[in-house]
């Protein structure tokens, strides 16, 4: 017996951005969560601090939108934070940035290929993706930290 299916836009340039600022809300209450000196010293099992990780995810995020839709990649280039507040002062700035330029990315770029800072080559939806779900793999790891502290992390399913 054959199924029948049938096709679905699901995915919008908007639900995407909204999906991805629905984490990086959730990725700034997880950096709150943290005590300043615990943020960038504490580690478990010889991951990193936490700081880094979302220093990370902030070198990525940007760079990564502006490269999908221009096609050029460049890294990030900021004076890396040394407190929570710089760091959040950044996180800000970055969800601004990400809601001007997401919506100016041509529908075309989502799927064409290109070779992301040189490194691996994917369409750009997949490479959006990527950052997407590194930000959640490693706040997972910040979730691991605050409860090895006695921190409460906060709901993951709160997003908003």
Known sequence: MATETTPMNLLTADVLLNNWQGHRRLTRKTIEAFPEDKLFQFSVGGMRP??????EFIRMAVPIVEGVSTGKWKEFEAEKPSSKN????????QTTELNEKFPKIPTHRFNEVDKAFGKWEAPGLVTIQYAIDNEIHHRGQGYVYLRALGIEPPPFWERG
């Open 86 to 93: 710089e760091l959040l002062r950044l996180w800000d700035k």
């Open 50 to 55: 936490f700081a880094e990780m979302a220093w």
